[in-house]
């Protein structure tokens, strides 16, 4: 089950409350629950889980050659308790499990991994595909060191069902726990409405599907042992578009399911007795409450959504609104009439969208026009994939053969040959005419962009776009506010998400900024720098569109803000990620690139909390191989400037280095660089932090939301390398490789910690002797690609020791 952003645990769940719940709900007819690879029964919560080391009359299993591994990591998961994902069984051969099948209809089936080392396997590297009743449910289903529920919904109308674990040549497959359950009625639809002019109905009974998203609005998450068939429903507060148009309610004594045809089977009133709520201060607001979800494109879906009017004060006030998938209307809902006017009483509607190119299935409510006072709010939603023509639910491709393989990589060997003699040649071309093009940093504001200067895709944007993407530069779509002026939230018209930057006439940052910031952007390509996606120059206009980053800002997650805060680990990857960033700036082509502006505000997070390198506007292209610096006035922001950039008004890379250094401090420290706020002594952070290691006080700095998380070894390392960042003089401090490399130490000093993914479960990674997987990080427009990802430990140390050889 696959959902992007993170969830909030509840605690304190009651074992009494557990208990009673599922006494009083549905028991399935078959219920199956196997702990693979494991010798002894398992009890989890109250229910228990079976060993399956051998078969039974309730399961078989059918196997050439199997494998028992075990593994004493742990994995948190919100579905089970850790000790489910410490045992595994391996197949190195087509393996199947057989079920007894008593009730025939729709089914459960819950498929948990939890990928480990044992013995030669690497179960995170492993390929092989699961089917069932000739559905094709997953390829590749692990997602590296976390664990991962799959939970599929079969009609089986046979006495058997036969699941199939089929590795890949020179593979194998593996299964940690397997879940085979009753469904009872109602929770699953049978039919759902077309989203069409039609309205026509879809019948869903005989195909597969498989649960995207299960989602109780209110930003409260419902754990399984609150749930009678043991369904996981999480926050929606991370999938919520637009947070300020929703407030969050509760009122679970109001739900009423003796009043209506629904019952607890469905969704259990926790879902229900919470909602999202649309904030309507003015009823003819035009606005929606909308949420995203992350899909694969090619597929339809079925939706789900959960109403109950848990929040009207009668039964003339009401809930009336208009719902929307993608940009769809499904229709209008008056919810009194379907619930026979009794509050608190649930209702449930479900709607069948086609499938699209788009990766992304935005599902919203609005105010319908049909009354003047309308009360609009969501209690939970379900997303379902169907299977495809070919009973498909997965989106890998067949694994082609020897011959075709060897076909594939000659054909790309040669095509990527050709694109790099070609990307090669017009770079050179284009390099030619931007340095025949005079410089146009005067006064005037129409500027000359043309493809030939900004290549790589980068588009020029009619104003008219931007005014509707952003509905009309609304002040509640406004995510940041700087120098150049505000950026806003937009969404294109091809549903793209996007931010926004707007130049203001007045603004302290002009035309040469604007100018450069497009430059740049449109040269590079990197993960750790965020995406140029265009610009536009129209009426006076000085605005840039660059891709959408969920997280906000670095800054904004330390200190000053409401943001949720980031655990040490979560710290040190970000830090990672941002120097791969600009030590790409400094060595990704001919001529380094100085950021000359690094701070905790320009470097933005995802919604996976990666981090991208933003705002070159200030940047400046480095001296040529024969000097050591370049003459220029002094720019940057006020406590990060490199002291003897500023004395000097000589720039290096080492600038960088230094502000990069103050970027560390605030990550240790979780504080400011200059708060007046406080003591004298503790103004400035620069000159705090080295004042305190000086006297042995390096504890006292740290931010006291990540002391108990933080190793000594791992602290010495990040404080050794930012002390060097800061350096009085350039020629002292390290280069950003140096950096990365260090970092990257301090990182796998820290070892395992528990996590979050971006899917919001927890999880705890495994170190597997500190080596990540190659992938391809970045490119420079005209130039050949060259490889990132792979972790730099080896490769720093190795040029360390050269460095050190030559000083000697």
């Known amino acids: 089950m696959e959902n992007p952003g993170n969830f909030r645990l509840v605690f304190g769940i009651s074992f009494l409350y557990c208990l009673l719940n599922l006494s009083l709900g549905f028991n399935p007819v078959d219920n199956y629950l196997i702990d693979c690879g494991s010798f002894k029964n398992r009890s989890i919560g109250v229910r228990e889980f079976v060993a399956d080391n051998t078969n039974t009359s309730s399961h078989r299993l059918s196997t050439p050659e199997h494998i028992f591994a075990n593994s004493s990591s742990n994995s948190i998961s919100l579905y089970n308790d850790s000790t489910l994902y410490q045992t595994a069984r391996i197949f190195n051969g087509p393996s199947h499990y057989s079920f007894s099948i008593k009730e025939q209809g729709r089914h459960w089936i819950r498929l948990h991994f939890f990928p480990f080392l044992f013995q030669k396997y690497d179960m995170s590297n492993a390929k092989f595909s699961v089917s069932a009743q000739n559905f094709?449910?997953?390829?590749e289903p692990q997602s590296g060191n976390v664990s991962v529920v799959k939970e599929y919904c079969l009609n089986i109308t046979s006495n058997n069902?036969?699941?199939?674990?089929?590795?890949?040549?020179?593979?194998?497959?593996?299964?940690?726990?397997?879940?085979?359950?009753?469904i009872p009625e109602n929770v699953v639809p049978e039919e759902a409405k077309t989203v069409d002019r039609k309205g026509d109905k879809k019948s869903l009974r005989e195909l597969a599907l498989e649960t995207v998203a299960r989602v109780d609005m209110g930003n409260s998450t419902v754990l399984p042992q609150n749930d009678t068939s043991w369904r996981l429903w999480v926050s929606d507060d991370s999938y919520l578009i637009d947070k300020n148009l929703g407030s969050f309610v509760s009122n679970v004594s109001a739900v009423n399911f003796t009043g209506g045809l629904v019952t607890e089977d469905v969704a259990p009133a926790s879902v229900y007795g919470t909602a999202t709520r649309f904030n309507l201060d003015d009823p003819n607001l035009n606005a929606n409450l909308t949420w995203s979800f992350d899909v694969d494109p090619g597929f339809d879906y079925a939706v789900r959504l959960h109403f109950c009017d848990i929040v009207s004060n009668s039964t003339q006030q009401g809930v009336f609104l208009e719902i929307f998938i993608n940009t769809h209307s499904a229709g209008h809902l008056d919810l009194g009439s379907q619930t026979s006017h009794v509050l608190g009483v649930p209702y449930f509607m479900d709607v069948y969208t086609r499938a699209s190119a788009s990766r992304k299935l935005n599902v919203s409510v609005g105010s319908s026009n049909i009354v003047n006072f309308p009360s609009v709010i969501l209690n939970g939603l379900e997303i379902m994939k169907i299977n495809n023509d070919k009973g498909r639910l997965d989106v890998s491709e067949v694994v082609p053969s020897r011959t075709s393989k060897t076909t594939l990589i000659v054909g790309v060997a040669v095509g990527l040959f050709v694109f790099v003699i070609l990307a090669a040649l017009v770079f050179l071309f284009c390099r030619r005419r931007r340095r025949r093009k005079p410089d146009s940093g005067g006064g005037g504001q129409n500027i000359p962009m043309t493809g030939s200067v900004y290549s790589n895709g980068t588009a020029r944007f009619p104003f008219i776009e931007l005014v509707e993407a952003t509905d009309n530069f609304s002040e509640n779509l406004v995510i940041g506010v700087g120098g150049f002026g505000k950026v806003y939230k937009g969404v294109l018209r091809d549903e793209t998400e996007v931010?926004?930057?707007?130049?203001?006439?007045?603004?302290?940052?002009?035309l040469v900024e604007f100018r450069t910031e497009i430059e740049m952007l449109s040269q590079f390509r990197h993960r750790h720098l965020v995406s140029l996606i265009g610009y536009c120059d129209e009426n006076n206009e000085m605005i840039i569109i660059y891709e959408y980053m969920e997280n906000g800002t670095l800054k904004n997650h330390l200190y000053g803000s409401s943001h949720p805060g980031l655990s040490w680990r979560q710290r040190l990857e970000i830090s990672v990620g941002s120097v791969k960033g600009l030590h790409y700036l400094h060595t990704g082509s001919t001529k380094s690139i100085i950021h000359r502006d690094v701070k905790s505000a320009n470097i933005l997070l995802d919604k996976n909390f990666m981090a991208k390198v933003a705002d070159f506007g200030l940047s400046k292209t480095g001296p040529d191989i024969d000097r050591t610096h370049v003459s220029t006035a002094v720019k940057g922001s006020f406590g990060y400037l490199d002291p003897e950039y500023l004395t000097t008004q000589?720039?290096?890379?080492?600038?960088?280095?230094?502000?990069?250094?103050?970027?560390l401090l605030e990550v240790l420290c979780g504080r400011p660089v200059i708060d007046p706020s406080l003591p004298r002594e503790k103004v400035n952070l620069v000159d705090w932090a080295l004042k305190s290691h000086r006297n042995g006080r390096l504890e006292d700095i740290v931010d006291p939301s990540v002391v108990g998380e933080i190793k000594r070894e791992s602290l010495n390392k990040f404080w050794e390398i930012t002390e060097k960042c800061l350096g009085k003089y350039g020629i002292y401090r390290p280069s950003m490789g140096d950096v990365?490399?260090?970092?990257?130490?301090a990182l796998q000093l820290q070892g395992n910690e528990t996590k979050t993914n971006h899917n919001g479960e927890l999880s705890s990674e495994i170190s597997h002797g500190g080596h990540s997987e190659t992938s391809l990080e970045f490119s420079r427009t005209g130039s050949v690609g060259e490889l990132a990802g792979v972790s730099m430990t080896t490769v720093f140390a190795q040029l360390l020791s050269e460095q050190e050889q030559m000083r000697r």
Do not use: C, H
């Open 136 to 139: 094709s449910l997953t390829r």
């Open 499 to 510: 931010a926004v930057k707007r130049g203001t006439p007045q603004s302290s940052q002009g």
């Open 650 to 663: 000589k720039l290096t890379e080492k600038s960088d280095v230094y502000s990069f250094g103050v970027v």
């Open 740 to 745: 990365l490399w260090n970092l990257e130490s």
């Open 161 to 182: 069902l036969i699941l199939s674990f089929i590795p890949d040549s020179k593979s194998f497959a593996f299964i940690n726990a397997l879940e085979v359950l009753s």
